[in-house]
């Protein structure tokens, strides 16, 4: 385990995890934001989990945690965490399984993240993007703290369409403040 909250264990990803995996980011609704495109085979999520595994969250480059529901002891999404290679500033994103959205998981497990980049490894500053039709992460992300930045028009090509991302950062004196 890495972190913890009240309800949740954001720890490294295990073997284990690759069925739950591939059934939430296989979710049509799931995936419709994001860089995937569903369904995600076991194989695949097999492959991708052993990859996670092997990450470490104080090197740069990506690491994903595992949201791991205590009360349940299942997964239930990930939050994924760039660390540049100044090891003072980080990209966050985060996915979790549609029957576990709006009981507060992301928010708790985003904060838990942010508590510890902030905290712990006293980053400057955490960015996040996200697709301007993702309403509810975009929500999420403001509800936290995260100040919108930009909005990049037809910025990506993603499942067919041109798409519209919103920026947003978070700097450690917002946190504090």
């Known amino acids: 385990m890495l972190l913890e909250t009240p309800r949740l264990l954001l720890r490294r990803f ?23 495109t569903a369904p995600l085979s076991l194989d695949t999520a097999d ?17 994903q945690y595992a949201i791991e529901l205590k009360a349940d002891r299942c997964l239930v999404g ?6 540049h290679e100044n090891l003072m500033q980080a990209e966050i994103g985060f996915t979790l399984a549609g029957d576990r959205q709006g009981h507060g998981y992301a928010a708790e497990a985003v904060t838990a993240v942010l508590d510890d980049l902030f905290g ?9 993007e996200c697709d301007a039709r993702n309403t509810r992460s975009a ?13 990049l028009r037809q910025a990506t090509w993603l499942k067919g369409e041109w798409t519209d991302d919103l920026q947003f950062g978070l700097l450690a004196s917002d946190r504090r403040a």
């Open 47 to 63: 492959q991708f989990v052993r990859t996670l595994a092997e990450g470490s969250p104080e090197r740069p480059g990506w690491f």
């Open 14 to 36: 295990r073997p284990e995890d690759a069925a739950p995996l591939a059934k939430y980011r296989s979710d049509p609704a799931v995936a419709r934001y994001q860089g995937w």
């Open 120 to 128: 712990r490894r006293g980053l400057h500053r955490v960015s996040a």
């Open 78 to 83: 990930d939050v994924g965490v760039r660390l």
């Open 139 to 151: 929500r999420l992300l403001r509800r936290l703290g995260f100040v919108q930045e930009g909005l």
